[in-house]
């Protein structure tokens, strides 16, 4: 039965952070059995990823990965792949299940990548890399982790001679200074501007409502008036 593997090849040494790697395309591949690749073999990992690939064939020594059927990783050497078996870069289509654009192997076909050393790292170890070409080895800068070169404003703190009462202190004033920024001003929100102002209900219910107040109120006058006509009047006929 044909499937299709993706050949990855990946640097022997002390690669501890296999998210640095970055892989070249080398082309599609037509494999026709399962024993391509004569290395061990990590098969039925429904969510195998090149990463994952990668990080298992480097452990076990070998310098190239493929991932088999989107489920499965196989390790080997560039010499277990014939030139003549390439095919159509389309044929090597099939995407991983990490939502990322790394191709996870399909059926008829493998495609093989290289890892590009102007991409390694930014440690300037190096490490010895062994092959089956005519080059004999390549020296390349393994991962580190890139948190390392983060910049913050809080690396002060690192290697410095301050007490915790001190840490403690610049805290606070971070955290008073956070809520002064996420406070809200509630005079600026829309409930309290609505409560402040006024406008036309044009509804029947309201206007029944306001009608009937305005009538309400005249006749309270009215009654007072009266009260004092009658008192006048009651005055001048005496």
């Not at 050949?7 to 082309?27: A, D, F, P, R, S």
């Amino acid at each position: 039965m044909l499937f299709r593997l993706e050949i990855i090849y990946i640097l022997t040494g002390y690669l501890e952070v296999i998210l640095c790697l970055e892989h070249m395309y080398n082309g599609c591949y037509n494999v026709k059995d399962e024993d391509i690749l004569s290395g061990p073999k990590d098969k039925y990992q429904i969510d195998m990823t090149v990463n994952k690939c990668l990080e298992f064939c480097n452990t076990n020594g070998y310098v190239y990965a493929g991932i088999q059927l989107e489920s499965g990783c196989a390790c080997g050497k560039e010499d277990e792949f014939d030139s003549s078996l390439k095919v159509d870069d389309s044929r090597c289509d099939k995407r991983c299940n990490d939502n990322s654009q790394s191709r996870c192997g399909g059926v008829n076909s493998a495609e093989k990548e290289t890892v590009s050393s102007d991409e390694l790292g930014y440690s300037t170890e190096t490490t010895e890399l062994y092959t089956s070409s005519s080059q004999s080895y390549l020296e390349a800068n393994y991962c580190s982790c890139p948190c390392e070169t983060t910049v913050s404003k809080w690396d002060i703190i690192i290697n410095s001679n301050i007490s915790k009462e001190e840490v403690f202190e610049l805290i606070e004033k971070e955290v008073e200074q956070i809520q002064k920024e996420i406070a809200v001003d509630k005079k600026a929100i829309s409930s309290y501007i609505r409560r402040k102002s006024s406008a036309t209900d044009n509804r029947p219910t309201s206007v029944t409502v306001g009608i009937l107040a305005v009538i309400i109120i005249v006749l309270v006058f009215m009654v007072f008036i009266c009260i004092d006509c009658l008192s006048v009047y009651q005055k001048c006929t005496n």
